[in-house]
């Protein structure tokens, strides 16, 4: 039985342990954090503020690409004190060894640089000081792939359980005390979502997703699909006779869904033996799954990364669902419209040096009574690339059209994180349309 991965993580965006999500209204623009150092009496003399995308204070802030980070640095003096500089850094890594591909740094202070007030003092003094600042994040980062710099979009943060590979993004306030001294530093990690959404799809899906009307297919609507090449299954029936029948699947265009969203599927059986199109069409019988592969080695940015290694991992996603269309079949042919469910707790597609998710759609042998493969087939029948985005096209929502006695039951998920991440969908997301 194939394992389906459910709802059990928000991807990039991890509470704090205890944490929880309080209901918000879906207009909040964010959450304010405070992060802060105390000392041996419980003072809080250093406090990092930051205001996020976050729907709670009690999760990492969240910021999306073309974000500001916006915050002020806090430090209440108790006695006179020398400092060197106070220094904010900006960071992020990827890989099991954390191999840095983002340093930001910004001073805020030292001896020679005004105060807020206008001020410049040798040392700080006892007092309340504070330092707004603003981070702007760029869009792209040179890293070095398989030994040539290359530029590459800031890939999202990535974090999940019995996974060895990360990309983490934290802050860090470094408070420098000079020679024979040791620093003080304050962090905290930050979840980054690079806004990526399909192309728009065909008008004729726009009006079906808009009105909430019926998809018209491939015939009706060829602009709108990706027509896969077509395929012979051939069989035996109930042991006694071979039988023929050929296939055709298509999915909507463009070859990208957003996570949250469906993915529109379309499939048509051809052949003389009706008996064979009954067992083959019938939606029990049909397995066609959305796998993701995570490469983690030098080649992960290769379309032909190292599937066979100790760091090439696939998992299957999600099943598809389909059923059958009303007076679209006929003598000789047999026509289901089918989805895919992204689920919103999905990574979005990336590929990045020694960092990759792909998604992918895999056709596999028929399973239906009375019916059985020959020669027998083990591998998958289709395999077609697809791109999964984080936000949805403009103005666009792929909704599910699966009739309830239809929809996909998921198979062995873990349900335990999944009312964070409906609190943090239904109260407004990460605030972008």
């Not at 009375?370 to 103005?395: E, K, R, W, Y």
């Amino acid at each position: 039985m194939d394992h389906i991965e459910g709802d059990n993580e928000l991807p990039g965006y991890t509470p704090q342990a205890g944490s929880s999500v309080a209901p918000l209204n879906a207009l909040t623009p964010g959450s304010e954090h405070t992060i802060s150092l105390e000392d041996s009496n419980g003072h809080k003399w250093l406090l990092l503020s930051l205001k996020s995308r976050a729907p709670s204070p009690e999760f990492w802030p969240v910021f999306c690409s073309g974000d500001l980070i916006s915050g002020s640095l806090t430090l209440d003096v108790l006695k006179s004190e020398s400092s060197k500089a106070i220094v904010t850094a900006t960071t992020a890594s990827t890989g099991q060894v954390g191999q840095g591909f983002l340093v930001i740094e910004k001073e805020l202070w030292n001896p020679l640089m005004a105060l807020p007030d206008g001020s410049v003092v040798p040392k700080l003094e006892k007092g309340h000081y504070t330092w707004p600042f603003k981070i702007a994040l760029p869009n792209e980062t040179e890293v070095l792939d398989r030994k040539e710099k290359k530029r590459f979009p800031l890939p999202p943060s990535f974090t999940e359980r019995a996974s060895p590979a990360y990309i983490n993004y934290r802050i860090t306030v470094i408070i420098k005390r000079g020679a024979l001294r040791v620093n003080q530093t304050l962090t905290t990690n930050f979840a980054y979502v690079p806004i990526t959404k399909p192309e728009l799809p065909s008008p004729m899906l726009q009006k079906a997703c808009k009105e909430n009307i019926p998809f018209v297919g491939p015939e009706g609507d060829p602009e709108g699909w990706y027509i896969l090449p077509p395929v012979t299954v051939t069989g035996t029936l109930f042991g006694a006779k071979r039988g023929n029948v050929d296939f055709n699947l298509a999915l909507a265009k463009p070859l990208s869904y957003a996570r949250g969203s469906a993915m529109p599927l379309w499939l048509t059986f051809t052949g003389a033996d009706e008996q064979a199109l009954d067992l083959l069409a019938n939606y029990q019988a049909i397995r066609i799954f959305l796998k993701r592969s995570l490469a983690t080695r030098s080649d992960a940015t290769s379309d032909y990364a190292g599937k066979h290694s100790a760091d090439f991992f696939i998992r299957t996603m999600a099943r598809a669902v389909f059923w059958p269309i009303r007076d679209a079949s006929a003598t000789g042919k047999r026509v289901l419209q089918g989805e895919v469910k992204l689920k919103n707790a999905f990574k979005q597609s990336v590929v990045f040096p020694r960092f990759s998710v792909r998604y992918y759609l895999e056709v596999h042998p028929f399973e239906a009574v009375g019916f059985v493969h020959t020669p027998h087939v083990s591998g998958p029948l289709l395999t077609q690339p697809v791109n999964v985005t984080s936000f949805h096209a403009t103005g666009i929502v792929m909704r599910s059209f699966a009739p309830p006695e239809y929809a996909e039951e998921p198979e062995n998920l873990d349900s335990s994180i999944s009312l964070l991440e409906n609190a943090f969908y239904h109260h407004g997301g990460y605030g972008v349309s």
